[in-house]
């Protein structure tokens, strides 16, 4: 069964450091998305992308984050200056558009010391 | 309102009960529906789409109700795999978005 995956499973940061969590969605899906979960609680929408494009993003999704598609497998976020609030499991996700299930990413668990 | 609110639980069921999941959401626009399941620190796993006309999938059934913006779920026989959190997804922003309820969890005993 097609996989989302996600490296590193685990990363540790400094407050202030940037981080770069990395994903591979699905070959054949077009949408991709980031979500993350703080601990115990729900799962919160980051943003999505389409089109080497952003389609939708949060209020969480401030100037400190960004996606990229640098080629054509892998899907970035970026947290230039990461935060004690920015600890939260982050997970990827693909589908082939609007309407369709999602596939989650196994995650990364970022935590910021 | 919450945008999609569920009971937390937890359910605490003996296997082979049947358990029943309500869920609620407020925008009435939303298209898409699901029920997802999440186990301990783990990523969301798609159970299953939820249409007006209901759906079963097994021992799983869902419901929506466009009307009272509600949706069900509901699993008969359950086992002990079945225990994890069961999510209420309500897709909105025009496809590009999922809005999850905090979830309910569900235990089942021996």
């Known amino acids: 069964e097609p996989e989302v995956t996600q490296t590193p499973s685990h990363q540790v940061t400094q407050m202030g450091q940037e981080v770069i969590l990395r994903c591979v969605p699905i070959?054949?899906?077009?949408?991709f998305y980031w979500y993350r979960q703080i601990l115990g609680q729900k799962v919160e929408f980051l943003v999505s992308f389409y089109n080497n494009e952003i389609s939708e993003k949060s209020e969480i999704f401030d100037d400190q984050f960004s996606v990229e598609r640098p080629d054509g497998s892998n899907f970035t976020l970026k947290i230039r200056s990461t935060k004690l609030e920015d600890s939260a499991m982050y997970f990827c996700?693909?589908?082939?558009?609007?309407?369709?299930?999602?596939?989650f990413g196994s995650g990364t668990r970022l935590t910021v010391v | 309102r919450k945008e999609v609110e569920q009971d937390p639980g937890p359910f605490n069921v003996p296997e082979g009960a049947t358990v029943a999941f309500n869920c609620t959401y407020s925008n009435s626009a939303s298209q898409s529906f699901f029920w997802y399941r999440q186990d301990c620190r783990k990523e969301p796993k798609l159970l299953m789409s939820v249409y007006s006309s209901g759906n079963e999938d097994g021992r799983f059934t869902a419901q929506l109700n466009r009307a009272s913006q509600y949706i069900s779920l509901l699993i008969r026989d359950s086992k002990l795999s079945d225990s994890a959190t069961y999510l209420c997804?309500?897709?909105?922003?025009?496809?590009?978005?999922?809005?999850f309820g905090t979830g309910t969890q569900l235990k089942v005993e021996l």
């Open positions: 997804v309500v897709e909105t922003g025009g496809g590009n978005k999922l809005t």
């Open positions: 070959s054949n899906h077009l949408y």
């Open positions: 996700a693909s589908n082939q558009g609007p309407l369709y299930g999602y596939t």
